[in-house]
């Protein structure tokens, strides 16, 4: 593991959380923020108590928990569509290519029209992301090849099915309550995550990235192809199903917590893959603490470059397409 | 104890017998070259003996155990596969392709070692490559990256290297040059079999020519004695010459465009007339 692009990295996170801390429609200056965290975790310095009284309420009820989701989620998508791109020894995959996000649309659609409730919407979404990624192994395993892209065909078969699925939910959802809701969840949409929420989503999270991470090695040696992995000693079925389980966990808690936020998954890993290089025991850590950081800042965004806040998927998207696009033209090495 | 033993070793893909009943017995330190045309079983037979086939029928004996009864990793500590050059592959620097070698060495959740470290620099070093460590690995040539992945079978901790047809897509010199590493890896005690196309590379390097034809062992034995003229023709059905060019060293000469005349080639050397 290279420690110094990861301490830059953790760096800019910090500063980028801070930012986003002091940015909103009451904006703070970054040093009163810093200084009321360090007041409020470690008792430093003194404050009026009307002023703190302002802090507590616009800092930790409001803006942390947000910025806790934006970063968690960054930092699960672009972990997970750097195990993806590990696994299936493709720099041009993401967590959608199992099926995983249209998965668990389906689920959330589902959820929305039928169970109604928070905890069966959310139970839905992930059933939904795990029966896609089912069904793309499933498919894979009925043509009896067991290679790599007969897995990536299979998620894009299994994608294209939920999402017809999705289609129809919509199509016979009640077009005044329910459609409007699936909708704006399809487009992504941090304004869901509360701070109970955010909890109960982000143990998990953080319990599959630091699983991935301790099979950084394995990854590594999985993307020089099958027969070589198991040529050094590794199980190639249990260590794959165990990256796959783990990623797809991870990027369909994101869908609970948030919605469908494209892009994140693709773009990051590649970006920090330029920086690091392709060492998956540093490049995890590394796209985990860029995807934090390019999500809060995704947020800000959505959240304050107009008077009413947009969705965060349709930025991520806006943003991450024609980037994409500029890094596939100087990727002129083709591997990155 | 023989240290390889295959024993009526067969393979079908498909129905299709692709190997049958293949008997070979291997000892330490041997440097065993498989020559075969396209389909012969080649790759199949090397593929049965890393454990990454299941044969049909018989069994790969490693130190009188049966393969399959070896656990994954530490098969991976006694055999080493060294592949045909990757074509695709992530930008990993050459270090840490060598350092994947370390992999079966160490518990799963664990991370690589000073000592890993330390082996697969000498690994580097020994094959004359140790400039190249920080090198992405896809952007150094062919014969760099075969003696990449040769220094990663070396890390390995291995005895026995598998190797599928090294000197392919590489330039003439590399091939060359490969060639002369292979025959200092055979000295210092390394079993290797490897897969060929050149007859004049397995009697470069092997002491032993296992001839394979449509799955079956044809000819086995000495290099000298085993590649002969007619030989080759049972094999792949061409005419070629043997010259022997100096004491010990042999060259297959393609009979294209010798002729039948061959008096004006006697200054090159001394022709090994056909069996």
Known sequence: MKILPISLLSLLLAATALVSLSLGKYPLAPG?????LGHRIFGWGTFDAERLQLLENLVMEIRLPRIMAAALIGSALAVSGAAYQALFVNPLVS?????????????????????KTWYGVQAATFLGGFAAVGLAIGIARLCRVNGTVMLV??????????????????????????????????MGNMSMADRGMTFKAGIPILVGI???????????????????????????????????????????????????????GLIIPHITRMITGPDNET??????LAGASYLLLVDDISRLAFTFEIPIGIVTALIGIPFFVLVLKNARKGWL | MALLRLERLSFAYHRRQVLADVDLSMEQGEVLALLGPNGSGKTTLLKLILGLLKPSRGSVLLHGRDIRTIPRRELA??????????????????????????????????RYSE??????????EKLGIGHLAERPYTEVSGGERQLALIARAMAQGAGTFIMDEPTNGLDYGNQLRLLERLKSLARTGYTVIFSTHHPDHAMAVADRVVMMGQGRIIRDGAACETVTPASLRELYN???????VAEGVRVCVPAVRLGNDSREHEGYGHHVGSR
């Open chain 1, 32 to 36: 009163e923020v810093a200084g009321f």
């Open chain 1, 95 to 115: 967590p959608g290519i199992l099926g995983v996000l249209a998965g668990a649309s389906l689920g959330a659609a589902l959820g929305l029209v039928f169970l």
């Open chain 1, 153 to 186: 065909l299979g998620g894009i078969i299994s994608g294209a099915f939920f999402s017809a699925l999705v289609a129809i939910v919509k199509y016979v959802s009640d077009p005044y309550n329910q459609l409007p809701a699936i909708v704006y969840w399809l």
């Open chain 1, 210 to 264: 630091a699983c991935l991470m301790l099979m950084a090695r394995h990854l590594n040696v999985l993307s020089m192809g099958d027969e070589e992995a198991r040529a050094l000693g590794v199980n190639v079925e249990a260590v794959r199903l165990t990256v796959i389980v783990c990623a797809t966990l991870i990027s369909t808690l994101t869908v609970v917590l948030a919605g469908i936020i494209g892009w994140v």
């Open chain 1, 283 to 288: 490049l995890l850590p590394a796209t985990a």
């Open chain 2, 77 to 110: 500590r006694m055999v080493a596969y060294v592949p045909q050059v990757h074509k695709e592959s992530f930008a990993y620097r050459v270090c840490d392709v060598v350092l994947m070698g370390r992999l079966p060495h160490s518990a799963f959740f664990a």
């Open chain 2, 115 to 124: 000592k890993d470290r330390l082996i697969a620099d000498e690994a580097l």
């Open chain 2, 238 to 244: 061409v005419d070629v010459r043997l010259y022997s």
